[in-house]
Each structure stands twice: as C-alpha cells, then as structure tokens.
C-alpha cells in the first residue's frame, strides 16, 4: 500500500510539473523608448486624471506585453500643475491597438 501511495504522489508531481512547464509565464516588464506613442499615453493619462497637469517631460517608460490582448504601460513623468509647480508622477496605463481600448490604471505621485 505504502508503495503505491509513493507512486501516486510521484506521478502526481510529474504531471503537475509538465503542467506547470507548458504553460507561459507572465511576461515581465522591459524598457520602451520614448516617443510620440508614449508622450500621447502620458498626455491621455494626465487628461484622464481632470487635475489640470500638463505634460512637462517622460523620464521612464516600461511595458508589460500581454500578448494578443494588448500592452501595460507604466511612464514615469514629470508634470506640471496650474499654479506652475512641478511634480514626478506614475501612471499605468493599458493600451489596446487592435480595438482601441485604452484603461488608467494607476496614477499617483512617484518618489
């Protein structure tokens, strides 16, 4: 008996892990340059937010792919407010091309 619960186990394993090994992991974020597409994801993230922040510059972009389903992006960016000041802000902000659905994900101050 103690035998085949051993093997049971074994098996188990085995299958989990060919389970486990075939299926894709997440992709990770990478580096994007910056460029018109990202200046206008900033700029649409700074409108979306209705706070009176315009783009001043992007210091960081990084994307996230998620295959056929479109693209995370996250621009760290400077900004102006109405009064003049600036600030650094984070935003995430996903992207569809292929339907045009764009989502804010995240937006707040950065560091």
């Known amino acids: 008996m103690r035998m085949r619960t051993t093997s049971l186990l074994l098996a188990t394993g085995v299958v989990a892990a060919v389970v486990c090994a075939t299926v894709n ?5 990478k580096s994007c340059e ?8 900033a700029k649409w993230a700074l409108a ?8 001043s510059s ?3 972009c990084e994307e996230q792919g998620l295959g056929a389903q479109g ?3 996250r621009i760290l960016l400077n900004a102006l407010d109405r009064t003049g000041g600036t600030g650094h802000y ?3 902000v996903y ?3 292929a339907t ?4 804010l994900l995240y937006f707040g101050t950065a560091p």
């Open 25 to 29: 992991p997440t992709p990770g974020w």
């Open 34 to 41: 910056d460029g018109p597409k990202i200046d206008e994801l």
């Open 48 to 55: 979306e937010m209705k706070q009176g922040l315009q783009l």
């Open 58 to 60: 992007v210091l960081r």
């Open 71 to 73: 693209i995370i992006y």
């Open 90 to 92: 984070t935003t995430d």
């Open 95 to 97: 992207d569809e091309a």
């Open 100 to 103: 045009k659905v764009r989502k």
